[in-house]
């Protein structure tokens, strides 16, 4: 009982040991505006699909903590992003400007979506094709309205 008591208050005591005061994300709110703005603009080079705002990946807090950096130096948005593209090329662009270097990334899809529906239509006809008409005996009729008509009375 006594061993309860002192778990207990070890543990209502804890709490504020742990409790921690939420920091400011940046000291000039005009900042971290424009680091939102930036951060919806980049994507996250670990993540699948995530802007830097949207992953919580530790390589995304260490490149929006360099924007802050940069915002601070008093960097244009222009400037920083042309940082980020020479030092990690121009995956680091959630939306890539269309190039040589980055033809694949926006025609790729399509291709994939043109060569996979010309591959359904192409099987569809050859599974058309060889769908034959094959026409059924009298017999074979009477035989199955007696299959019917037996399973019919067995329930």
Not at 7 to 14: D, K, N
Not at 55 to 73: C, F, G, Q, T, W
Request: aromatic letters at 6%; proline letters at 5%; hydrophobic letters at 45%.
């Amino acid at each position: 009982m006594k061993m309860k008591w002192l778990m207990l208050i070890a543990l209502v005591f804890s709490g504020p040991a742990w409790a921690g005061e939420a920091r400011p994300l940046a000291e000039d709110p005009a900042a971290e505006a424009r680091l939102k703005h930036l951060a919806v603009e980049l994507r996250c080079l670990v993540c699948q699909n995530q802007t830097l705002a949207d992953s919580n990946a530790p390589l995304a807090e260490d490149l929006r903590r360099e924007v802050r950096e940069m915002i601070a130096k008093d960097m244009s948005d222009k400037e920083i992003i042309d940082f980020l593209v020479a030092r990690y090329g121009d995956f680091v662009l959630y939306r890539p400007p269309l190039k040589a270097t980055t033809t694949l990334l926006w025609v790729g899809p399509f291709v994939l979506l043109t060569v996979g529906a010309a591959a359904l239509v192409m099987t569809l006809r050859r599974r058309a094709r060889k769908v034959v008409d094959v026409p059924v005996t009298d017999e074979e009729h009477r035989r199955v309205e007696q299959l019917l008509t037996e399973g019919g009375k067995r329930s």
